[in-house]
């Protein structure tokens, strides 16, 4: 890692700390365990003798390392910040050491289970692969900002350890993801507007064959919303309401959750979506009719045991 960097604008360094450091905090642990691991860091760091010493580099083509989001500058003065307890420097830095991707006991989400040195699978070919490794480089970040404050050996070690990780992945095995074939031959705007065009179709298909309805009497937005006065009435709708709001925020965030958790490629999660919309429509079709033989209670009970 490197060391000591060239002074800039306050304003500058602030803005790039608060930035860095809030992709960090992406993944932070809970509260109860952030507080130990946080005192154990604080202690670590009134501890430093010698802090560690960051070396510039200058490639062929001027580029200077470290030089991507961080410079020498700015993570020599995080250090002197975090250390002397100034805020906000302070206080993003408690966030950050009480994340997983912190801890000094962290491994690598590609680590072989039977062969912690090598890869669990060295072929870069789905989102699940790429899941893990944007896991990964978070937690190598960390353990790698950890490394420079607080001068832990240990938190080194781990970065390095999920860096070598890494580079035993085999070129020869890389293949474009063919859970994103259609994203990629496309792209998503393409994808999205064909869904919304094939979406019109229900509405087509429900204007044709459901048979025009005579009304009696005209039904104004005032008696439409006097009906919420009926306790039940407004209870029904309130738990309709949350239940497509839970429903549509699951199936929205599921996925991504899975990609960062389970080691399921986007293909196997999307098959796994499918199979629980297949069950979901059969089960308000089987719902439905029993409730109409047996009874709503009847019903709801038999649903919750399920």
Known sequence: MAKHYQEGPLRKRLCLLVLTVSLIMGALASTAAGAGNSEQAAEAHNSIES???IYETVSDNGFVHPGV???KSILENVRTQVLSQQEPWY????EMSSSPSASKTVISSNQSAAYPTRPNTDAFN??????L???DATKAYTQALMYIITGDETYRANAMHIIRIWSQMDPAKYAPYPDTFFSEMFGWRVLFILIGVLSVLPLLIIYKKVPAIKEEEKVTLRMQLSML???TLLTALVITLFYISGYSTLFTYITPFLQATSSLSITEISGVLFLAGICSFVGSRVGGQLADAKGSKVTICLGLLL
């Open 91 to 94: 206080s993003y830095y408690k």
């Open 229 to 231: 006065r009926n306790s």
């Open 69 to 71: 989001g961080l410079t």
């Open 126 to 131: 789905s989102q699940g692969v790429q899941a």
């Open 133 to 135: 490794f944007k896991a």
């Open 51 to 53: 802090p560690v010493e």
